[in-house]
């Protein structure tokens, strides 16, 4: 069974950047890609970024594509979300998500249904 821990989240201030890690394990699991999402309160769950684990490839929500920035470190299992000039509006819990059928990463990235795994998340507060 996979596991996601999301880490790096606190509160920041207004401008500044934070860095979220996702570690997934086991290290020989089958996943395929990995994703960041976010859910502010009383609104839906919105895909921020993922990132197809073998090929790095990358796909970036549109309007957060100037601010964050996914990367992943294959020796360590590892994702992260780099957000930088953070706004109020930022502020949400993160969730990291994986997938093992890589065929729904490149239809649809932010589909929710092509995830496998998710984390327990990991909450983002500016002000």
């Known amino acids: 069974h996979v596991q996601l821990v999301e880490s790096g989240g606190g509160s920041v201030q207004s401008g500044g950047s934070l860095r979220l890690s996702c570690v997934a394990s086991?290290?020989?699991?089958?996943?395929?890609?990995m994703g960041w999402f976010r859910q502010a309160p009383g609104e839906e769950r919105e895909g921020i970024a993922a990132i197809i684990l073998g090929s790095g490839v990358s796909y970036h929500r549109y309007a957060l594509r100037n601010r964050f920035t996914i990367s992943r470190d294959i020796s360590k299992n590892t994702v992260y979300l780099q957000m930088n000039d953070l706004e109020s509006k930022d502020t949400a819990m993160y969730y990291c998500?994986?997938?093992?059928?890589?065929?729904?990463?490149?239809?649809?990235?932010?589909?929710?249904?092509?995830?496998?795994?998710w984390g327990q998340g990991t909450q983002v507060t500016v002000s």
């Open positions: 086991p290290a020989s699991s089958g996943i395929k890609f």
């Open positions: 998500a994986a997938g093992e059928n890589i065929r729904r990463i490149t239809y649809d990235w932010e589909d929710e249904q092509g995830y496998n795994y």
